[in-house]
């Protein structure tokens, strides 16, 4: 209670009347009586902005906002009694807004980056590698089938079955290491020769 009111036995002016008092004088004409609305609304702005976690600069900066909101859109507030709430929602969605979008720009050093970040190639060495490989394939294409199914196999396995691969190539054992010296030659050279393209 205000010494006045105290002495005179009446309680204290709530803020929101006060809000909406000084509210009333200035859209009637009195430009002082702005700096009312502002020094009673802004210590509830400012508690109201802070709970979301804002510095004091970024919570002054949506403070701010919220006043100019105010000024700029006065006369879309039908009831004077509502100023209160109108500056409230309107510093709350500030306030949200910006806390999103500082989370959002939350700047992390490279090496915590690196460690989220998966090890990929890059567009250039991928286009490179499938080039390449278009090129292989495009020798390997060239020669002919017996050479074409063993490549296959042995650029497929780890350790062919010589014992199987005989008998799926119809090649004894022994020409298998022979014939594959000869195959990769005959591919060497496609490739020397741009085969495949």
Known sequence: ????????????ESPWSKASGAFIAWRSGDARA????????TPVLWH?????????????DVIQSTWLGLVRHHQTIA???AVASWLITSARRGAAAHA????????????????????????????????EAARLWGAVASVDERCRKLLRVVAFMDRPDYQSLS???????GSIGPTRARCLAKVRTALAKGGGR
């Open 167 to 173: 008998q799926d190539l119809d090649m004894p054992v």
């Open 100 to 131: 999103r979008s500082a989370r959002r720009a939350d700047p992390v050093e490279d090496e915590s980056l690196h460690a989220l970040i998966p090890d990929v190639e890059s567009a250039e060495a991928l286009a490179m590698l499938d080039d």
């Open 34 to 41: 702005v700096d009312e609305l502002v020094s009673t609304m």
């Open 1 to 12: 209670m205000s010494e006045r009111s105290r002495a005179e036995g009446q309680p204290d």
């Open 79 to 81: 009831d004077p009694q």
């Open 48 to 60: 109201v902005v802070r709970a979301y976690g804002l510095d004091r600069q970024a919570a002054e």
